[in-house]
């Protein structure tokens, strides 16, 4: 999500309560799901426009969310991908998160579907836009992702009306380009040449002194308690994205970006 910084400030707001907290429902197999609307609570905002952090909800703490489907779910459970230039159509939908004032232009992109895992446990279509030149290998990742049955709330093409939305600190879309600014820099970031993921950001949130993002997943602080959907050393993500050469902004030391991992190191 963002470029290492060495500036660090006072502790986010954090959780108490019970570990159990927060598993509501059963969707009928077995896999308790968390009861949520995703997005309907703007926070208010900080000076610097993020929105104000605050507790996770109970109902947030374990995480389970099942997916809305933005594409039709694959017909079996085997791992599908397809990678194709960006269309017109696809141009379209993607809206101001790409403009020729990018750094990228869309020859150079990649759009990639891809099936993955949700939390309740069933096989569904994402989406993502990379950069060409790494489309093949990041299909490689989360075809060993969907292996190791690693779940993925969401994974869709993010919009304008992404970019243009009041924070609620509770989102949790996988996404790959975005064409903007690294936090709290002025140059690109990662995102905005397609070399950049990140990964359930809900999960494996961004930590920098006092902010957290997205702001209402201070409990995944804790990465000792181990949730699914959660990216930890040597886990499974780390793994298969090393593998490709990319590296983790879980392993920076003047920050925490548990969800990003880019080919650019930053």
């Given at each position: 999500m963002s470029t290492p910084s060495s500036a660090e400030g006072s502790g986010p707001a954090t959780d108490g309560g019970d570990r159990?907290?927060?598993?509501?429902?059963?969707?009928?197999?077995?896999?308790?799901l968390s009861d949520w609307d995703v997005g309907a609570r703007p926070l208010p905002l900080r000076p610097d426009g993020f929105g104000v952090v605050r507790p996770t909800p109970a109902e947030l703490r374990d995480r389970r969310l099942p997916t809305a489907d933005a594409?039709?779910?694959?017909?079996?459970?085997?791992?599908?991908?397809?990678?194709?230039?960006?269309?017109?159509?696809?141009?379209?939908?993607?809206?101001?998160?790409?403009?020729?004032?990018?750094?990228?232009?869309?020859?150079?992109?990649?759009?990639?579907?891809?099936?993955?895992?949700g939390f309740d446990g069933l096989?569904?279509?994402?989406?993502?836009?990379?950069?060409?030149?790494?489309?093949?290998?990041?299909?490689?990742?989360?075809?060993?992702?969907?292996?190791?049955?690693?779940?993925?709330?969401?994974?869709?093409?993010?919009?304008?009306a992404d970019l243009e939305a009041p924070p609620t600190g509770d989102g949790?879309?996988?996404?790959?380009?975005?064409?903007?600014?690294?936090r709290g820099a002025t140059s690109w970031s990662a995102h905005a040449y397609g070399l950049a993921i990140d990964l359930n950001p809900f999960h494996n949130p961004y930590h920098r002194g006092d902010l957290v993002l997205p702001e209402l997943a201070s409990a995944y602080l804790d990465r000792s308690w181990r949730r699914p959907g959660m990216v930890l050393p040597g886990s499974v993500a780390v793994r298969e994205f090393a593998r490709i050469g990319w590296s983790?902004?879980?392993?920076?030391?003047?920050?925490?970006?548990?969800?990003?991992?880019?080919?650019?190191?930053?």
């Open positions: 159990d907290d927060g598993v509501d429902g059963d969707d009928g197999d077995g896999v308790r594409l039709p779910r694959p017909p079996d459970d085997r791992f599908r991908a397809s990678v194709r230039p960006v269309t017109p159509e696809t141009r379209r939908r993607m809206g101001e998160t790409w403009s020729p004032a990018c750094p990228v232009a869309l020859a150079d992109l990649r759009h990639l579907t891809l099936t993955f895992r096989a569904h279509t994402g989406e993502l836009v990379v950069a060409a030149s790494e489309a093949r290998d990041v299909v490689s990742v989360f075809r060993a992702l969907y292996a190791a049955d690693f779940p993925i709330e969401e994974m869709r093409l993010p919009t304008t949790n879309n996988t996404a790959g380009l975005v064409c903007r600014a690294a983790w902004g879980g392993d920076w030391n003047s920050l925490k970006d548990y969800q990003h991992f880019s080919a650019t190191g930053r």
